[in-house]
């Protein structure tokens, strides 16, 4: 799949919104993808999977062992992953602000473990569950995502593979934009800022 057809998937599902966005990073944004409108279809959401799939080398496929995603951002393409990978997929997460494994999800002591996100921008949230899952005994062996908004900067401490990488830009709080500052402000992610 093509960076372009990737896109294609997100206007069709009307996933690529334009206005004043905090994103779960805490950075401000005039555009956010909205993963869960764009996996919303379970067919676009295997296709999207399938591709990213395919993305990750042949000797890291082979040594996964489970698939885990953070909660809930990354629950459906973790999901899927799973599914194109044939492994079981577990997702971390945060009843106290912390990741952890809940609901009965356990890993092997030494598993080799694929972490999945919907969308990385600073790599926080995800070197979290990576921390998360070395304590709880799995070794995190790469990471892939929808997109990566990092401009490639991102650094997991893993191997990591996109589907997508997507530039646009982000502020901090005290640098946005005039025009940007006086547009509503929506938080459509699902961890407080």
Do not use: W
């Amino acid at each position: 799949m093509t960076p372009e057809e990737v896109l294609e998937e997100f206007r069709a599902s009307e996933a690529l919104l334009n206005g004043h966005f905090v994103l779960s990073s805490g950075r401000h944004s005039a555009n956010y993808l909205q993963c869960a409108r764009v996996l919303m279809n379970p067919d676009r959401a295997q296709r999207l999977a399938i591709a990213l799939a395919q993305k990750i080398p042949r000797d890291i496929r082979r040594a996964v062992d489970v698939v885990i995603s953070p909660a809930m951002g990354g629950l459906i393409i973790g999901h899927e992953m799973g599914r194109a990978l044939e492994k079981d997929a577990m997702f971390l997460e945060r009843p106290d602000g912390a990741f952890h494994l809940r609901r009965g999800f356990r890993i092997e002591e030494g598993a080799k473990v694929l972490m999945v996100e919907d969308v990385v921008t600073t790599g926080l949230s995800s070197r979290e569950a990576i921390a998360a899952v070395a304590k709880e005994g799995g070794q995190v062996i790469a990471e892939v995502s929808l997109v990566d908004r990092s401009g490639g900067e991102v650094d997991l401490g893993v191997p990591y593979f996109p589907l997508v990488a997507i530039t646009f830009p982000t502020y901090a709080q005290n640098e946005v934009p005039e025009e940007l500052a006086k547009v509503e402000i929506t938080k459509p992610g699902s961890r407080k800022a």
